[in-house]
């Protein structure tokens, strides 16, 4: 699918830089008022640099992923998604 993510890379405290199949690119930030519930554990730097691809979508230990088509539907609109 074009929205598959294909590559993903670490940047500032947590922000991603991703490159989806269809050579889409943008950032993806996390407000840290986001990072409750299930992504509770990302607050830890060293969890949110664990983050790696599965079947296109970015995924962590423990069960945490982002829908890749909503990331996607967002960075192609505005070059980022801020997740608040």
Known sequence: MEWDVVEVQT????ALRVLFADGTQGQVRFEPSHLTGVFAPLKDPVMFSQVHIDHGALTWPGDVDL????MYDAIKTHGEWVLR
């Open 67 to 70: 829908a890749p088509d909503a």
């Open 11 to 14: 940047e500032q405290p947590l």
